[in-house]
């Protein structure tokens, strides 16, 4: 199985919503905290390693990307 890349979520702007209001009110720490629970929730239920090595190697590559993007 290979990750999904194309547009998967129904509402994506609800999800996104949902996204920030989770991190409302919330300091750093908090923040980062209810982030990695939700990593590990999310990769839970994927249960497939193939497909979380991917999603790993993906976000570290973009992440990475990013980041040169940004350096002046």
Do not use: C, W
Not at 30 to 46: D, F
């Amino acid at each position: 199985m290979t990750i999904r890349l194309d547009p998967n979520i129904e509402a994506p702007d609800d999800f996104y919503q949902a996204l920030i209001d989770t991190h409302r009110d919330l300091d750093e720490a908090q923040s980062q905290l209810v982030n990695a629970k939700l990593i590990l929730l999310l990769a839970n239920h994927i249960g497939d390693m193939q497909v979380l090595r991917e999603a790993l190697r993906l976000a570290r590559e973009d992440g990475v990307q990013l980041l040169r993007s940004q350096e002046i």
